[in-house]
C-alpha cells in the first residue's frame, strides 16, 4: 500500500496545476461472490470478521459510495488523499 499511496502523491502533486486530483481508495475485505466460492472457509471468515470493528466485512455499496464522493463536487478540493474504507480494521 506504500507504494501505492507515493505514487498516489507523486501524481497528485504533478497532475495539480493542470486542475487534476488524484486520490486512491484502500478497501478492507467486501464481501463478493470470490468469498463465497470457497475461497476461504466459513470458520476462516469468521475468525478474519473478528479483527474488524465494525464485526463485518465491506459490501460493494460502501466501496462505490466513497468513489461516488471523491468523483463528485463535495471533493473539489480533495487531493493526494488515501480514502480507507476498511470497516475500522486499520484503526
Not at 59 to 71: F, M, R, S, V
Request: glycine content about 8%; some cysteine; overall charge negative.
Amino acid at each position: 500500500m506504500s507504494a501505492i499511496n507515493s505514487l498516489m502523491k507523486f501524481c497528485a502533486v504533478e497532475l495539480a496545476p493542470k486542475k487534476i486530483r488524484v486520490n486512491s481508495v484502500n478497501p478492507g475485505m467486501v464481501h463478493t461472490k470470490l468469498i463465497e466460492n470457497g475461497t476461504i472457509s466459513d470458520e476462516q471468515q469468521k475468525l478474519d470478521i473478528e479483527k474488524y470493528p465494525l464485526k463485518r466485512y465491506g459490501e460493494t455499496i460502501d466501496i462505490a459510495l466513497g468513489i461516488i464522493y471523491l468523483l463528485s463536487d463535495a471533493s473539489s478540493w480533495v487531493t493526494g488523499h488515501s480514502l480507507v474504507i476498511d470497516g475500522g480494521l486499520t484503526i
